[in-house]
């Protein structure tokens, strides 16, 4: 009984609670933040902090704070608090209880409540702790009449919290920051103070700088400063001195870009902005003014960010700088839906959206969060959240949050609730049959939105209502449900089958099952049954007792079933579909009977009621307010006891409806409205119920309703420059339309629609938003709402602007001559009233009642008032400034009036030439008065200085002052002139200044250059020649020239330029342009210049570089077998630029892979073609092929491509190469074959044919089929004495070969020894293994020769012979090579089989020789040794220069040559070569030292070198010959000749760069110097003295005693110094011997030419020709041009002198048949002989004459270009014509003694002309 009771208590508390929840969750309602915390707040240790935050919700949630980390906030007592309000609160603190944890960290908000939780962004809390700090001025100076820009330096520790708030002009002018620009003066926003056009008077102003702390607002004073102005002369070319790279601002706040330049003349400034296709000028308009150097934007908007670009340009040129403006817009996050309602297992979806000013935003950082937590990825995709199977867990909170990149954070909130969802059993019970009395539980669980009820039932009736049952029920913490039915001491009538019902408002769903008790049958009491009439009924007989038999049922004494519609279910229980009225109701019985035939009856009554059935109805269309309607709802059939009730929206009728509702009778109910509404709209519902069932039937009513206001709007006033929501809102039926208007003049006038456009926002509840309001927003709104119902509603409102005062410019001037009235003006818009303050120097108010002087008065004007102050007599103390102060009661402005007394002007003063051309000249000037509005204009005066001749005084006016400079211009270059300037202002003029004189300067030339010529010299160089421009044009010393070049078909226009020194006396010029294109066409132009500058372009001439061989391989080399012999190769041409000429073709190169002993000479094969496909036929089969393309143009073969290996297909093999059939036995045959020599694929099988023959008869014929790694088959079983043939095919996948040869053999009683193996070549490498085999049948006895020697057990310390007749030799050597024979022999029969054993061992070194050098290259060739007896796979060449690191270089198998180039001129080199094959590398070739062609300097004569002046030495550096290596510098100085010897030398450069000619100045006219010149090349240093004597002042030959002064000094020199007279001795000796050796080898080739006289002579006759020109050639040679000789590996020397090229070095054959092949090793191995051209009168050299001439005589040349033979010509000798001219005064001395001494190497020597 105790049990029965607690489960009664439980159900009770648990009922009472279940009951009392639903209609509290049906309010619940989750938190949302009313007030959100900040993402930063900073705040100082002086007054403290607090963080608000607040958030609504039901049940009201609960703030709290958190950490970054989730922590909770606490209080920390005098340090932090946190209220009830949900406000923390950071209390003011000492700077040494900083906490970094609590004052410089990150908080969150957290609001929660039962539904869920919100967590708020990060706040970033940062305490400030207040420090003394001091602020300096940086003064960016500019030039005059340009900007200056004052920046305000503040410490870094405090920058970010300092702002400029003004700067102060001393004494006490103020200047506040502005977008609209201020005139002279602007205050940027960023705090920069610009001062626009600069004077020298603005010098003496001084400027502060003011900052607050914008937290502990504390100002800081910077110290005064002054400006700094640049002086210039002359035009100066613009620069960007100071710009805003980048701008970032917020929407709505006013932008300022500032691009600053500097130049003279002052720069004009233009702003481009580059924000779409192109760049566009930007204009100005309400929000852009353009302000010079300023670009200034007001309440910008997304639309103004992109880049801008400011150009700053004069007449120098211009300079521009691009600038970024970036602006912040909000953004706002929304989450759709907000509130989202799921069933469980059903899917959740949150979109996240993201806009900023009504626009959808591009992907941002997006998080979710679910409670406060944040959700992992994998349930996003992009800014959608998906939660699959919603479960009760997933009910709550979710939140959006959008993280930019700048670091702020938004967020938006979402509630997930859970949807209707049926019940479903999660346990239920199940059957029992028990014994009366235990106690019974049964026990049913169910899940379901809203929580389920469960119900029991036995045998579909309630539970028998007695002590013994009691029914708990309660829920879980999850939601689910649990009910119990506990039964104690349970009796045989408590049997039946009791079923739990969960049910809800989404469903139901029950489970039954039955509860057996053993006893006699019971029916339990059967209650009254109401059947639904067209329903099914079905009546449970509720029998106890177990077991039961059977269940019968009956009606009026008969058994049941009687009619089709009944049926007894197995169970018993007893089905009526469908039910009628008049036929089943009535009385039932039921009884029960047990297998020993007890038996229980017990009747029951079923009724029959009808359900009800409405008639449709409707109400009619076009009902509008005022109307009346009526409606009837009909019931047509039912059973009474009916009841008509009507619902309006689901919900009984209102009373306040006023719709009457009347019974017509009991089946009728009339539904009138006698005036309709608005609020009669809706869903009527007709409810008619009986027992049987509830019927509904709906209506739509739907009455016209004219637009009424909601919202109406009314008159409104804003503040300029301010926002304003115009509100405006109707309803009515259907919803209205509302479209504002706006009068475009009174408020009967005309009205225009408002549209969507900028700062004017048209939102969708009917609202006007207008941003940024101006006074042309001012005026009458209509409001119209129309829905077509009536005429529609409208209202007009007055909009009225409530602007503070404000000055259409920050400040202007007002000039007034002395003694004048002053009239200073303002003109003040705004609202009225306004008042007028005028103050003096901005802190003295002006009062006419104590200032006689001052009178003031104002009048109103349209658009505010017009204030107008009155000084009398006024004079110098009135200066200064005066500020107009308005206010009104929306705020203050002043403007700043700047008041300048005239005074007659004092005559200017220092004045100066700031800029000299050669037609003009700026004059600037000083004033000696401080202000500038005592002179109104200036005149300056000017005429010719001309001793002889006073011209008048010319005369200009400058009429802008304070530009104190004034241009001149047309005036003659190179001419003296005289300045004055006379200032004027309203009391007269000044004195003149000072005079000024100034001569012009030279002009820059006027003409271009003639005869401009370009010619090709190779395939990459241009040799570009001209003349100098006509004299009358040059306007000074031409310097140099510009030559510029360009590729003709680019598309630029701009050349590329080169400098080229000039000769400064008008001569011809030249360059040689290298590193060009290859056959490319090049335009080119020159411009002389001068020390002005360069004069115009010449007409642009052409040239192309010569061809050259492709630099590039083709490209996409494909392969494809076609058969078993032919190959399908492609390509694709080389790149366009590095075809280098016209494509002839291509060729194709390849070559097998074979691994034979020594490759066939005519493997590798090519083949030409001009098509991009070649088919190669005729190859091996199934061979691996490695194949090359190059393409080659008609200078040569270009670049080869990498190896592509390509395999030929299968084919059928080729017959086995041999088969050998001897007798094993009298009846069996070993057969024995090998395999194919050209198998053409993989063996798959060999195929073994044998035929019988008797005589001539072919008795039997057989095929066996053998695997392919089986060379072999023993016959066994034969006939004795009969003939067996036998022959062997081989097969590939392809198919069958061709047959061996046929061999046949008698079978025989006597087996004769013979060998079964086979012989011939077998091929390994050193150090390995082989086996010889020697397989023999007929037991013989083994012999093994070795060429002929027999060898014996042993008699090989490295090999071995087995019992089986094989032969092992190990570690070979190349000694092991030779034939191997074995010998067999049985008495019987004798056999011998011999084997060539080739043994491949690493090569020898190859023979290494040079066969010619130039100052930059090294040709070698060099012959293979002996291979090893396999194929040379590669070589490597091994190259040092001396005292270097050794560089390799691996080269192809194939090649026989190479050429070194990129050497160092004039060095020794150290090479050597290897070669390799499969098996090693041979050792090096001998080494060899090369030197490359050039050497150290040589020395000019001294009359090309030096051309003296009176005060100049013009020093021709291009006659200084480079010996074969370019010239890197030269190392000048100078000194007087004096009597001390010991004089200082006068350093020109000691880096002077290699240029044709260098002018020393500031010389002494009349003066014996001595000039020292070193000249470096790579190859070593020359270095030589020079004297020479400068002319006179007037250009005439020096006195003869300073030419004498040289003359004595010359054996003083030579013999005073030892060094300089032993190498003189070392030089002769040298001479001398040189002789002899030229006189001994003339002799020797005298003695061995002979059959060669015509090549001797010949060769002989080109050496005098060279020997006459060489001296020349030496003075003006740069560079030789070499032709190189190629040698193959069977190339003779060349066969006649045309053949031999200069610097060529061979390595002869044999002398008369006599001169042995030299050998890799020995040291004497390379006979090199030299054949050279040499600059000065040598002999050619010793050498064996060449041998005699074959029938087939070949010209080899390395000469890759066809006009090659101009590049032998040298540089200086093409432009001949070139004359030197050294001044006017040169032509009076030609005819005297030189002037000039030269001493090379010390070795002094005075040359007369």
């Known amino acids: 009984m105790w049990i029965s009771s607690r489960f009664f208590v439980i159900f009770l508390l648990l009922h009472l609670d279940t009951t009392c929840s639903e209609p509290f969750e049906a309010h619940l309602r989750g938190p949302g933040f009313v007030m959100e915390p900040p993402g930063r707040v900073e705040f100082s240790n002086s007054s403290g902090g607090w963080l608000d935050c607040s958030a609504s919700g039901s049940p009201q949630p609960t703030v709290d704070w958190v950490h970054a980390d989730g922590s909770a906030v606490t209080e920390i007592h005098g340090v932090r608090r946190v209220l009830r309000n949900g406000t923390l609160v950071l209390m003011p603190f000492a700077a040494a209880a900083y906490h970094q944890d609590v004052h410089n960290t990150i908080y969150r908000c957290i609001a929660s409540n039962s539904v869920g939780r919100i967590v708020s962004r990060d706040v970033q809390v940062r305490a400030v702790v207040a420090q003394a700090y001091k602020v300096d001025v940086e003064v960016l100076s500019a030039s005059r009449g340009c900007t200056a820009i004052l920046r305000c330096v503040v410490p870094t520790f405090v920058k970010e919290l300092v702002r400029v708030v003004s700067w102060v ?124 150097p300023i670009l200034a934007i007001e309440a910008v908007t997304g639309e103004d960010s992109g880049v801008y670009k400011c150009t700053a340009g004069n007449v120098g040129g211009e300079a521009s700088a691009e600038l970024r403006l970036t602006v912040a817009t909000p953004i706002q996050v929304e989450i759709s839906p907000n509130v989202l309602s799921v069933h469980m297992g059903g899917t959740a979806e949150f979109r996240c959206l993201v806009t900023s000013n009504g626009s959808p935003v591009g992907m941002q950082n997006i998080l979710w969060y679910k409670d406060g937590r944040q959700l992992p990825s994998s349930g996003r995709v992009e800014d959608t959240l998906v939660v699959p199977r919603v479960s009760r867990e997933n009910r709550g909170m979710y939140q959006c949050v959008v993280r930019r990149p700048e670091g702020d954070t938004f967020q938006a909130t979402a509630e997930l609730q859970l949807g209707d969802a049926p019940p479903v059993l999660l346990y239920s019970f199940i059957e029992q049959t028990l014994q009366p009395g235990p106690a019974v539980s049964l026990k049913c ?25 009691m029914i708990g029920q309660y829920i879980t913490v999850h939601g689910d449900v649990i009910s119990h039915v506990n039964i104690s001491h349970v009796m045989v009538e408590d049997g039946g089958e009791y079923a739990c019902i969960a049910e809800n408002r989404a469903g139901r769903v029950q489970h039954a099952a039955r509860l057996n008790i053993y006893g006699l049958p019971y029916i339990r009491l059967i209650p009254k049954v109401t059947a639904v009439s067209g329903e099914t009924l079905n009546l449970k007989c509720p029998v106890a007792g177990y077991p039961i038999e059977e269940i019968h049922w009956e009606r009026g004494g008969r058994e049941l079933p009687d009619d089709i519609r009944q049926r007894v279910q197995p169970d018993g229980s007893l089905t009526i579909s469908p039910v009628q009225k008049n036929s089943d109701s009535g009385v039932y019985t039921c009884w029960a009977r047990n297998k020993q035939g007890h038996s229980a009856r017990r009747s029951g009554e079923v009724t029959v009621i009808v359900p009800p059935s409405i008639e449709p109805f409707a109400f009619q269309e076009g009902l509008a307010e005022g109307m009346r309607t009526r409606t009837v709802c009909g019931v047509s059939r039912g059973d009474p006891p009916l009841k008509l009730i009507w619902l309006k929206d689901g919900d009984p009728l209102p009373d306040l409806l006023g719709a009457n509702v009347t019974m017509l009778d009991q089946y009728s109910s009339l539904l009138s409205i006698p005036s309709l509404s608005a609020t009669h709209s809706g869903e009527y519902t007709c ?205 203050n402005d002043q403007q700043l009036v700047q008041l300048q007394v005239q005074e007659p002007p004092l005559p200017p003063s220092v004045l100066e030439a700031a800029m000299i051309s050669s037609r003009s000249v700026n004059i600037k000037w000083q004033p000696k008065t401080m202000g500038t509005g005592d002179v109104t204009k200036y005149l300056v005066e000017f005429r010719e200085a001309d001793p002889l001749f006073v011209e008048q005084w010319q005369q200009i006016e400058v009429k802008d002052p304070p530009m104190f400079n004034a241009l001149i211009e047309n005036l003659k270059p190179a001419t003296r002139y005289a300045f004055r300037v006379i200032a004027e202002g309203s009391a007269g003029r000044s004195a003149p200044s000072q005079e000024l004189i100034v001569r012009t300067e030279p002009q820059r030339p006027a003409g271009p250059p003639l005869s401009l010529s370009a010619r ?215 057969i024995s074959w090998l395999p194919p020599n050209e198998p053409n694929g993989v063996i798959t099988k060999y195929s073994l044919y044998t035929r019988v023959v008797n005589g001539r008869e072919e008795l039997n014929n057989e095929k066996r089929s053998l695997p392919s790694q089986q060379a072999y088959y023993e016959a066994k079983g034969l006939h004795p004495h009969m003939e067996y043939q036998f022959w062997v095919t081989a097969s590939t996948r392809v198919g069958e070969g061709k047959s061996s040869r046929v061999s046949s053999q008698i079978t025989t009683n006597r087996v004769p020894a013979r060998i079964i193996s086979f012989g011939g070549s077998v091929v390994r490498p050193w150090r390995s293994t082989v086996t010889l085999p020697c397989t023999a049948v007929g037991k013989p006895k083994r012999e093994w020769f070795k060429s002929d020697v027999a060898l014996r057990q042993g008699g090989m310390h490295n090999s071995q012979l087995l019992d089986s007749g094989d032969l092992i030799i190990s570690s070979l050597q190349l000694a092991d090579g030779g034939n191997y024979s074995c010998q067999v022999d049985n008495g019987i029969g004798t056999d011998r089989l011999t084997h060539t054993l080739v043994v491949q061992v690493p090569p020898t070194a190859p023979v290494l020789y040079v066969t010619s050098a130039t100052s930059s290259s090294i040709l070698m060739h060099w012959k293979c040794g002996f291979t090893g007896n396999a194929p040379i796979t590669g070589y490597t060449l091994f190259y040092r220069r001396t005292n270097g690191n050794t560089d390799e270089m691996q080269l192809s198998r194939h090649a026989s040559s190479h050429e070194l180039k990129g050497l160092v001129c004039g060095s020794t080199y150290q090479i050597h070569l290897s070669a390799q094959n499969k098996v090693g590398t041979s050792p090096t070739s001998t080494m060899l030292h090369v030197r490359t062609q050039g050497q150290s300097p040589g020395h000019p004569a001294s009359t090309a070198l030096l051309a003296p002046n009176s005060t100049s030495l013009l020093v021709r550096l291009h006659s200084w010959p480079d010996n074969g290596c370019p010239l890197l510098y030269f190392v000048l100085q100078y000194r007087a000749v004096t009597e001390d010897p010991d004089a200082e030398w006068v350093l020109v450069s000691n880096a002077l760069k290699p240029q044709r000619r260098i002018v ?167 006979l090199l002989h030299s054949f050279m051209y040499h600059e000065r009168a040598l002999a050619e050299g010793c050498s064996s004459p060449p041998p005699a001439a074959s029938k087939n005589r070949r010209r080899h040349s390395r000469k890759t270009e066809p006009e090659s033979e101009e590049s032998e010509s040298d540089q200086d000798q093409l432009t001949s014509s070139r004359t030197e001219s050294s001044n006017q005064h040169e032509g009076k001395i030609k005819h005297n003694s030189s002037l000039i001494q030269h001493f090379p190497n010390h070795n002094i020597s005075i040359t007369y002309l």
């Open 1560 to 1726: 020393v100045n500031n010389l002494t006219p009349s003066t014996l110097y001595q000039l020292r010149m070193e000249a470096h090349n790579v190859a070593g240093i020359s270095q030589a003295d020079f004297t020479f004597v400068t002319l006179t002042k007037d250009g005439d030959p020096p006195p003869p005693e300073i030419v004498h002064r040289g003359h004595r000094g010359q054996t003083t020199v030579i013999f005073a110094n030892m060094n300089l007279l032993i190498p003189s001795i070392a030089a002769v000796s040298g001479m001398f011997c040189t002789i002899i050796m030229v006189i001994v080898c003339y002799r020797h080739m005298l003695k061995n030419a002979q059959p060669h006289a015509e090549q001797a002579n010949h060769i002989q006759k080109e050496s005098l020709e060279n020997r006459a020109n060489s001296e020349a050639a030496q003075r003006e040679r740069y560079y030789a041009t070499i032709h190189k000789v190629s040698m193959q590996n069977n190339d003779k020397i060349p066969e006649t002198s045309e053949d031999i090229s200069p610097y060529a070095t061979f390595q002869l054959s044999e002398a008369g048949g006599n001169m042995s092949q030299p050998h890799h090793g020995g040291p004497a191995n390379t």
């Open 169 to 292: 002009h001393e004494p006490a002018i103020y200047i506040y920051p502005s977008l609209q620009g201020d005139g002279k003066f602007h205050l940027l926003p960023t705090g920069e103070l610009l001062i626009h056009n600069l004077q020298e008077s603005d010098e003496s102003q001084s400027f502060r700088c003011r900052s607050m702390h914008r937290l502990t607002r504390q100002v800081v004073v910077s110290s005064p400063t002054r400006l700094r102005i640049n002086s210039h002369r002359g035009i100066i070319s613009p620069s960007v001195v100071e710009h805003t790279a980048h701008v970032q601002v917020s929407q709505d706040e006013g932008a300022v870009l500032l691009c600053v330049a500097q130049g003279c003349p002052s720069p004009e400034y233009s702003w481009f902005t580059h924000n779409g296709a192109g760049p566009l000028p930007v204009l100005s308009g309400p929000r852009v003014r353009l302000l010079g």
């Open 1016 to 1230: 090709p010299l190779s395939s990459t160089e241009l040799l570009i020649s001209w003349v100098a421009p006509l004299p009358e044009l040059r306007h000074g010393d031409i310097q140099g020239y510009n030559v510029g070049y360009k590729l003709s078909s680019s598309g630029n226009t701009a050349y590329n330029f080169t400098s080229v020194a000039g000769d400064y006396d008008g001569g011809n010029g030249e360059l040689l342009l290298s590193g060009l294109a290859k056959f490319a066409r090049y335009n080119v132009v020159v411009q002389a210049f001068n020390q002005v500058g360069p004069g115009p372009l010449s007409e642009p001439t052409g040239a192309q570089t010569m061809e050259d061989v492709p630099s590039r391989p083709p490209e996409d080399v494909r392969c494809a077998a076609l058969s078993s012999q032919s190959l399908q190769v492609s390509w694709q041409p080389p790149p366009i630029y590095h075809t280098n000429g016209l494509l002839q073709g291509y060729k194709l190169i390849f070559e097998p892979i074979i691994d034979d002993i020594q490759p066939s000479k005519d493997e590798v094969e090519s083949r030409k073609t001009t098509a991009l496909t070649m088919v190669l036929t005729g190859l091996r089969k199934y061979t691996n092929y490695s194949i090359q393309v190059l393409a080659h143009t008609r200078m040569g073969d270009g670049v080869v491509s990498k190896p592509l290996f390509c395999h030929s297909e299968e084919d059928v093999p080729e017959a086995p190469a041999d088969i050998k059939v001897v007798s094993s036995s009298s009846q069996s045959l070993y």
């Open 687 to 891: 409810v008619a119920k009986n027992p049987a069932a509830e019927i509904k039937y709906t209506a739509l009513l739907q009455v016209k309703v004219p637009p009424r206001w909601i919202v109406e709007p009314v008159d409104a006033n804003v503040e300029r420059n301010r926002h304003i929501m115009l509100h405006c809102q109707a309803q009515g039926v259907p919803t209205p339309s509302i479209v504002w208007k706006k009068a475009t003049g009174s408020k009967s006038g005309e009205y225009e629609e408002v549209r969507e456009r900028p700062f004017t926002k048209l939102l969708g509840n009917g609202s006007l938003l207008l941003q940024h309001v101006k006074e042309d927003r001012e005026g009458f709104y209509l409001c119209q709402a129309n829905n077509g119902i009536g005429t529609g509603i409208g209202k007009v409102i007055q909009l009225k602007v409530n602007s503070s005062p404000y000055f259409s410019s920050t400040s202007r001037s007002v000039m007034v001559k002395k003694g004048d009235t002053a009239l200073l003006q303002c003109a003040v818009s705004g609202d009225k009233p306004i008042n007028i303050v005028w103050l003096r120097s901005g802190k003295n108010t002006l009062n006419p009642s104590t200032n006689y002087k001052i009178s003031v008065k104002q009048e109103a004007t349209p658009d505010g008032v017009s204030a107008e102050l009155q000084i009398r007599t006024v004079d110098a103390t009135d200066s200064g400034p005066y500020f107009c102060r308005a206010s009104n009661l929306y705020g």
């Open 445 to 469: 669980s169910a899940a379901g939105n809203p929580t389920p009820q469960i119900s029991w039932t036995l045998d579909g009736f309630p539970l028998p209502s007695n002590g013994r049952f």
